[in-house]
């Protein structure tokens, strides 16, 4: 899995604590002269002024200090991990480390709570970075990419019964027009190389797709974001939770769309869903065509990225 999001860089003084994530071990430093544990990685000691500091491995056994929940991406690659729980820890030594709390729902997590280190693993080079949760939480799991557990990331739509509805029954078909829209569907990831697939395919790469260093400075999204037909065209992988199914039919066509929007952005690496509710549905010469409002988002999102008024034909 590609990721877009800006990586820690080490420098000469901090490289250990970066190696000692990579190895799942978690070091920092500690004044020779007067014991005092540091936190950021610095070349003297800010208790003593004495420029003698030795690397140590801690348990990160830590408490929650203080945290909040951030609700909208600082910056668009991070819209998968949202809502974000943005913490202050302080490790059992006694230094301060703002992290990130994972594998917690918010009504579980509590200032002055005990917590572990996760060594969560963010890109296939191995990088990891330094998060942290409860006691009792299974960090392993995790440990691996995004620290997202699946069980976060549902693979099937909700199991919904499904209505049976004739194609030429106009009083239910009719029955089936609702403002109301259907649970949500599955979720999907768009990621990186998912986007340069389709700009390969389609032969848009334009750059606000393409390039994230130039996305990065230039784009008024402050990165790559994905092509409103790439998550158009995915929309045959998240399966819509309708409710119904027409039967009596020899063909279905999808005979195109009333109205296709693209509201909001989907950036790079965010999960997506979609809803939908059956519009209209009226009987022409041919069969019956059913026009299905079809929305999709960026998980979190209340604005749509994408609004397809399909047009289906039972005949
Ligand atoms: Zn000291």
Redesign the pocket.
Known sequence: MSNNKPMPVPTEISAPFWEGLKAQRLLIQQ??????W?FYPRRH??????H??SWREVSGGATLYSFTVARIATLPDFADEMPQKLAVIELDEGVRINTTLVGLEEDQIRIGMRLKPVFAEVDAKGTRLLRFTGPDQDSSALQRYNGTPQAQMPEQGEAASVRLVAMDDDVALQSLVSETFSPWSNQIVIDQALIDAFAALSGDDYWIHTDPQRARKDSPFGGTIAHGALVQVLQSRLKLALGYEITGFSTMVNYGSDRLRFPAPVPAGSRVHARARVKQVARVKRGTQLTLEVNTHVVGSDRPSVINDLVILYM
């Not at 004044?31 to 005092?36: K, L, S, Y």
């Not at 000691?45 to 004495?50: E, I, K, M, R, V």
Request: hydrophobic share 35%; charged share 15%.
């Open positions: 004044c020779n002269a007067c014991e005092h540091v000691c800010p208790q003593c002024l004495a003698d500091l």
